[in-house]
């Protein structure tokens, strides 16, 4: 299934951006469908954004014309760029990847606080 690690998570002020990235190892990335996701505290793991292996992609309402998924087939990484953050997007940031929606493989994940 791979193991997936992410990165740049961090604190930052309302208005600003941050980019996550989330490297893939042990299989093959380019057929693989991944995705974001995010739990703030108290709160479920909610959907946030993802890009299939046949290059369409797809956002979360709350997060589109601010977040913008992509990935980079060469470097085995896909990529969250966020911007405009406001505090309700503080949360713990999960990249996931996928060959069937019930089979969702998980990195450790990233903590993105935002302040007012």
């Known amino acids: 299934q791979g193991q997936l690690v992410e990165s740049g998570g961090g604190l930052v002020q309302a208005g600003e951006s941050l980019r996550l990235s989330c490297a893939v190892s042990?299989?093959?990335?380019?057929?693989?469908?991944m995705g974001w996701f995010r739990q703030a505290p108290g709160k479920e793991r909610e959907f946030v954004a993802a890009?299939?292996?046949?290059?369409?992609?797809n956002y979360a309402d709350s997060v589109k014309g601010r977040f913008t998924i992509s990935r980079d087939n060469t470097k085995n990484t896909v990529y969250l760029q966020m911007n405009s953050l406001n505090p309700e997007d503080t949360a713990v940031y999960y990249c996931?990847?996928?060959?069937?929606?019930?089979?969702?493989?998980w990195g450790q994940g990233t903590l993105v606080t935002v302040s007012s």
């Open positions: 890009a299939y292996w046949t290059g369409n992609t």
């Open positions: 996931a990847g996928w060959d069937v929606p019930g089979s969702k493989t």
């Open positions: 042990g299989r093959t990335f380019r057929t693989y469908n």
